[in-house]
């Protein structure tokens, strides 16, 4: 955020995504793509508007706030995933969601805030960023199932691209010596956080539900904090190292809860619906 500006940065890094991506679909359809039907169209739309949204509000978020806060009022979607199936779909999370997101958000506070949490004025930008993630997972679990999950991933990336540009366009001024400056973090963003680590959301979240996947997907924390540790050095306090404890634990007892639910009713099994 310090060489462009965050609509830049999600315009060329969700349309090196694409590029990325566009190969591998090629050969997965031996380079003769399928006819894009209407449902693939409106789901990818729908998916690349709320990747829009919420990566635009946590880029601008970020320019404002700390890493670390960031990171734990993003991770807050764990907790708004459940309550939006409670609540807006009626869905039943089960016992196991509930505890494995408890332990989840306590273990992110310890791994995430320092010794004082004040809020920021970019803690609100991300904060409605975490509401569209915990949207985006939420679409993905009903619009995948039977549909082709890489075709979904191009057209989202594709939409995110585009109306990320269109605002670059009409709010920042650019130039290319920004973007070269921002190489390195552009083409990671790119080809693994977007063309592999986004893809393969899609993919996996046709066997799992949104309230499983938000817990799982919580662990970026730790793997942030891990990597951080070994390629740059940074050392973690105890109270980190119970963090990582706590969220590893969480995802665990979400997958426990469940198993032991469809254990005792095999026909009350918690498999994501499709839209109509």
């Known amino acids: 955020m310090g060489r462009v500006g965050p609509f830049t940065f999600n315009a060329v890094r969700f349309a090196l995504g694409s590029l990325v991506l566009l190969p591998v679909y090629a050969i997965e359809t031996r380079f003769f793509p399928k006819n894009l039907v209407s449902g693939d169209l409106r789901g990818g739309i729908l998916l690349g508007l709320l990747l829009f949204g919420g990566a635009s509000l946590q880029q601008i978020g970020l320019i404002y706030t700390t890493a670390g806060q960031a990171g734990f009022v993003t991770g807050l979607y764990v907790v708004i995933v459940p309550l939006l199936l409670a609540l807006v779909w009626r869905e039943r999370v089960g016992w196991g969601g509930w505890l ?154 979400a997958q426990l809860g469940t198993l032991v639910n469809e254990a005792i009713s095999p026909d009350n099994r918690s498999f994501p619906h499709t839209l109509p």
Do not use: K, N
């Not at 390195?184 to 799992?208: C, D, E, F, W």
């Not at 919580?218 to 740059?232: K, N, P, Q, Y």
């Open 100 to 253: 494995g997101t408890g332990l989840a958000v306590g273990g992110m506070f310890l791994l995430s805030v320092q010794a004082e949490f004040r809020l920021s004025p970019g803690d609100g930008w991300v904060l409605g960023g975490a509401f569209l993630w915990a949207l985006h997972v939420i679409a993905i679990g009903r619009i995948v199932p039977g549909r082709d999950p890489l075709r979904l991933a191009l057209v989202q990336y594709f939409v995110c691209a585009l109306f990320s540009l269109l605002v670059a366009l009409a709010l920042e001024r650019e130039t290319w010596d920004g973007v070269l400056l921002a190489g390195p973090a552009i083409l990671y963003t790119g080809i693994l956080s977007t063309g592999l680590g986004y893809t393969g959301q899609v993919v996996a979240q046709r066997r799992t539900t949104p309230a499983r996947a938000a817990i799982i997907l919580s662990m970026e924390a730790v793997f942030a904090v891990l990597f951080g540790w070994l390629l740059l050095g940074e050392r973690l306090a105890a109270r980190q190292f119970l963090g990582c404890g706590l969220m590893l634990v969480g995802m665990v007892v």
